[in-house]
């Protein structure tokens, strides 16, 4: 059954590097879905509170950062902002101040309202986070839960990103997974009907290849 008050929307968790983003957009395509990432949101924010020198565990102060941002972004939603280059909002600060960030139960209320307000919008919607169809959209039309073992994430980050030690973002790839994993507001867990994926030794296209199955098997069709 489609999210109450949306046609579509196909919900994509799981932790950093599993494959969501590659996977999502390459859905997007397939069946016009429209796409977002809602953990970018998150990286807004704490990259503002880095340049503003706010101390990303003040969570007053973060709140009312988010709060400026959404107001001073309101014609174009800070979801969709486009005045943040993606190597910034990807920097290791910002990799290390987002999970504190993304905890403080205030601010995701905020991202998770303003998730439900744009997919509102929206016919048929892909969207890739770590809460999208636990706390979100509980009765997404359908739901993956992407996974890969933290090596096989850390060595795909240090090929995209091409600037950190492996070692580094391995350790960076283990404490993020336990911060999401361990928190109390919308930690990272699969949905007990999410469709689980281990993308450790699959490749692309057999990714795809499953997820669009189980797309169309809850009726979507394929964009021709």
């Not at 990799?95 to 601010?107: D, L, R």
């Amino acid at each position: 059954m489609p999210e109450q008050g949306f046609a579509t929307v196909v919900a994509v968790d799981g932790p950093a590097a599993a494959g969501k983003t590659t996977t999502c957009l390459a859905l997007a395509r397939s069946f016009d879905l429209r796409y977002l990432e809602s953990g970018r949101t998150y990286r807004i924010i704490a990259f503002e509170a880095l340049q503003r020198e706010i101390p990303v565990d003040n969570t007053g102060k973060i709140t009312g950062l988010c709060d400026e941002l959404i107001t001073e972004s309101r014609s174009e939603s800070l979801l969709t902002s486009e005045r943040y280059a993606p190597e910034k909002l990807r920097a290791a600060p910002v990799n290390v101040a987002v999970s504190t960030v993304a905890k403080i139960a205030e601010v995701r209320q905020r991202v998770t309202s303003l998730i439900r307000l744009w997919a509102g919008a929206q016919t048929r919607c892909v969207i890739e986070g770590r809460d999208i169809g636990t706390a979100i959209f509980p009765a997404a039309t359908v739901k993956f839960y992407l996974t890969a073992r933290p090596e096989i994430r850390a060595m795909r980050r240090v090929r995209q990103e091409r600037a950190a030690s492996y070692e580094n973002v391995l350790n960076d790839v283990i404490r993020r997974d336990a911060a999401d994993m361990s928190r109390t507001v919308s930690p990272l867990v699969a949905a007990e009907d999410a469709i689980r994926i281990d993308t450790s030794e699959l490749s692309l296209v057999e990714v795809l290849s499953r997820m669009s199955s189980a797309c169309r098997n809850r009726g979507l069709e394929i964009n021709r």
